[in-house]
């Protein structure tokens, strides 16, 4: 990985399945094993706080030997990095006859707390104080939008730049005077294009780099496994790399023996199988059911340790692949891996220079080299998980 930039680990999955405790597991591991880790979540209801038995708030507070830990407040890190494109939308609502504090509330736009999580991410992988970052993510949902926001959030700023600049361009010192509106100053577009420029580019090439990968946590229950199979075709289709699934509280053998558990120990060892299967060729890390909950420090570690079983913490677990343009026998192909996909939920089409692919409820636009920006869709097609899109040159007119 890059002089200075830390492995980032996040950890996903559905609600209730203990996406907190792998997290700080995982950390406490590490940082026994002499990394120096950072936890961070990225929660909006963080729970990360009692998991380690500690209070923590917006700073890095250490809570172990070379392990760090803090829960990402939203409005704060917004006030710092966006402070006035946020006066600028207050500004806006009040104008509007809404009252400051609810006008506070609104200028926290959607996607602000991801934004917010994802900015202080960015700020203490670069800052080399850690050579570990674990994430402990919102519920699936949330945690797609966090790591598609740089993508989305840079088309949508794009388009709505263009628009304010255009605006600002014709009003003059005099007319700004007489146009009811507060229009934005700039400062705002300074702030935006930062944004823009700086900051989400240099985010979004963390999340797609060789250092950065997503662990979705499951258990042995039917709703769960489905939602995280939705999850892995999701990341894939953002070109976001997964590297493990955890299979979590699972029942340990002495306990499976028993009459009583016998049933559940004979389907948990089924959807184990399910699981590995589903997601091969990703590495399936077993965590039992704990006697009690698994709180603090020390007990963490001695989680994070069963876990991995020998494995290292911080490693890339396993080597996904990644979108790929290759030349074809009548023009090129673009190859993009997305497992668990189905035909009927596809959809491909070419927009000037981007691919625009749909999967499900998902849809990405994809850009194209420049040379390939010039070809037309021939066929798209879906072969054992991978979307083989074909490009040539056009018919000729005329």
Known sequence: MPSGTARVVFYTGKGGVGKTTTAAATAAHAA????RTLVLSADPAHSLGDVLAVPLGA?????????????VDAR??????????????????RHQGIEEVVADELALLPGAEEMASLLALEEHAGSGRYELIVVDCAPTGSTLRLVTLPE????????????????????????????????????????????????????????????????????????????????????????????AVVMNRLLPPEAAAESFFEDWGRVQEERC???????????????????????????????????????APT????????????RARDGWRVDVPLPHARGAALDVAKLDDALLIRAGALRRAVPLPRKLARLSLASAKLEAGLLVVRLVAPEPTG
């Open 76 to 93: 704060a890190e917004m006030e710092r990095h966006w402070g006035s494109i946020r006066d600028y939308l207050v500004a806006l609502f």
């Open 152 to 243: 989305v959030a840079s088309r949508t700023l794009r388009l709505v730049l263009r628009v304010q600049r255009a605006l600002a361009a014709v009003v003059t010192p005099i007319a700004r005077a007489l146009v009811p509106v507060p229009l934005p100053g700039s400062e705002v577009f300074r702030d935006a294009d930062r944004l823009l420029y700086g900051r989400l580019a240099a985010i979004r090439a963390l999340l797609l780099g060789p250092a950065t990968s997503v662990r979705l946590v499951v258990t042995p229950e039917r709703m769960v496994i489905d939602e995280a199979v939705r999850a892995h075709m999701d990341l894939c289709l953002f070109e976001v790399a997964c590297d």
């Open 32 to 35: 026994a094993r002499g990394a």
């Open 273 to 311: 199988a399910e699981v590995a299967e589903l997601f091969a060729p990703l590495p399936l890390l077993r965590a039992p059911l704990a006697r009690d909950e698994v709180v603090r420090v020390a007990a963490l570690a001695e989680h994070g340790a069963r876990l991995f079983a020998g494995a």
């Open 315 to 326: 490693a890339r677990l396993c080597q996904a692949s990644r979108l790929r343009f290759a």
């Open 59 to 71: 700073e890095p507070r250490p809570v172990a030997p070379q392990l760090d830990a803090i829960e």
